[in-house]
């Protein structure tokens, strides 16, 4: 099945630095979603976006929506060890229909 | 108020064998959608139930079925089990409602390993 292109795969940084990620899609979205996943857990939401150019926060967490409509990014501010997990973007294309088509996952490792 | 809960978390099974995974939604949500994520890999749509009817399905051959009880909670189920159905099964459900702004809630899954 489709997956939504992530980069980086991966990621080693130290404690208090900034990550940045981004998600690039082939076909437009028109909700772009950004979920973490720990180890034995289901993916949590962090940030929602609905609209084109739309830049959201939640705390240390920024995203936005790509003008194109075709991808998203998200940062994390002076990170810390709980950030660490497995970062997905998801992108829906119709309002209402809840088919979500997520990416391949960035995992985020913080070293002490 | 309780999440999203699946059972079991975790499941054994032959090739050839036949599974079934259950799914109670989060308090007043309607619509369960079932995802399969393979190791290392982002979850994958399988299929949608909402009044008790699939809505929508994604890739996944017929041997992928399910079911929604009117207390809207779920079954998959997997028949002619493969090797390549390891995975963990997430199950997430979200309320019809509250339009587009109804984010998916997701409960921690069931690992299926297939040997």
């Known amino acids: 099945g489709q997956q939504l292109n992530q980069s980086p795969q991966s990621m080693f940084i130290q404690e208090g630095e900034d990550v940045s990620m981004n998600c690039t899609s082939s076909?437009?979205?028109?909700?772009w979603l950004w979920y973490k996943q720990e180890p034995g857990e289901g993916p949590v939401l962090l940030i929602a976006?609905?609209?084109?150019?739309e830049l959201t926060s939640n705390g240390r967490l920024t995203a936005q929506f790509g003008i194109t409509r075709k991808d998203s990014f998200l940062n994390i501010s002076a990170s810390i060890p709980s950030d660490v997990g497995i970062y997905f973007c998801a992108g829906r294309f119709n309002f209402g229909n809840e088919k979500l088509t997520f990416g391949t996952g960035t995992r985020l490792t913080i070293i002490p | 108020d309780a999440g999203v809960t699946q059972s079991p978390t975790h499941l054994i099974k032959t090739r050839g064998q036949q599974v079934t995974l259950r799914c109670s939604p989060k308090?007043?949500?309607?619509?369960v959608s079932w995802y399969q994520q393979a190791l290392g890999q982002g979850p994958q749509f399988i299929f949608q139930y909402y009044e008790e009817e699939e809505r929508q399905r994604g890739n996944f051959p017929d041997r992928f079925s399910g079911h929604q009880f009117p207390n809207y909670s779920s079954e998959l189920n997997v028949n002619a089990l493969l090797l390549g159905d390891s995975a963990l099964y997430l199950c997430a459900s979200s309320s019809s409602g509250q339009g587009r702004n109804s984010p998916l809630h997701f409960g921690n899954g069931t690992r299926l390993t297939v040997t």
């Open positions: 076909s437009i979205f028109n909700t």
């Open positions: 976006l609905y609209k084109a150019g």
């Open positions: 308090s007043g949500h309607d619509t």
